[in-house]
């Protein structure tokens, strides 16, 4: 995972306080004193690693709110259903090895919407990616993407509730995805009218039909699955949307 270092975190810092005595205590490696050093990690939102400079241990905090993103009411609503959602997937058993999302340890709506989370050792999916790029490897990569597919399917198949899927409500979706991509004018009104035609001959095959609604991820980006020993996928994302298969 990358990072940059940062500084430290001043002491005068409320965060300071609030990762020492409200987060840091409910994991093992808790300190009376403790002082973090700061790096700044990638991800789409304002996401940094705490590491205790006297026991080591490291937290994740993810900042909704910033100098980027400034609607403070939307940053709130989106911090609540991540954090919720993530202790939701736990709730399946979606835990330990080898399908792991990551711990919430604390959220705050005070400190610019901030998430804070465990912190997991691995590689990330846009690391091997690049790697077999550079190198070559490309066993590796599928070997990795095996282990994501199991990943996917367990977090599918966990969820399934037994109801068909209704599909039009995806048909609906994606005019609005093609819809916004003609106002941005990514696609032309040819190309947008080969996608209507492509999503009425989804439409009209009985298989689409046939399946039961299920979570699915919904931010399954790079970024977002890092991969551990063997067939360990661990995900820091769960949006957890109801979807068909």
């Known amino acids: 995972m990358n990072r940059i270092y940062l500084g430290r975190l001043s002491e005068h810092d409320p965060l300071h306080g609030y990762l020492q005595h409200d987060i840091q205590s409910q994991i093992s490696g808790a300190s009376g004193s403790s002082g973090y050093r700061v790096f700044r990690l990638n991800g789409s939102n304002d996401v940094y690693l705490y590491e205790d400079r006297n026991t080591c241990t490291k937290l994740i905090g993810k900042f909704f709110l910033s100098s ?21 997937m736990r709730d399946y058993g979606l835990t330990g090895y080898p399908h792991h999302i990551v711990r919430p340890l604390g959220r705050n709506y005070s400190m610019n919407a901030l998430l804070v989370t465990e912190y997991c050792e691995g590689e990330l999916l846009s690391e091997v990616v690049l790697e077999v790029i550079r190198n070559g490897d490309h066993g590796k990569l599928y070997h990795k993407l095996t282990a994501l597919a199991y990943f996917l ?25 093609i819809d916004k991509l003609r106002k941005i004018w990514a696609i032309s009104g040819d190309e947008a009218n080969e996608l209507y035609w492509l999503r009425d001959q989804w439409r009209n095959q009985p298989r689409m039909w046939q399946d039961q609604k299920v979570l699915v991820h919904g931010d399954a980006t790079p970024e977002n699955f890092m991969f551990g020993n063997g067939l360990q996928v661990i995900s820091f994302e769960s949006h957890g949307e109801r979807a068909a298969t």
Do not use: P, Q, W
């Open 68 to 88: 980027r993103k400034k609607d403070a009411v939307k940053a709130a609503l989106r911090l609540t259903r991540e954090f919720d959602n993530l202790c939701m």
């Open 153 to 177: 399917s367990a977090f599918h198949n966990r969820t399934a509730i037994g109801v068909g899927v209704e599909f039009h409500e995806e048909c609906d979706y994606m005019d609005r995805l």
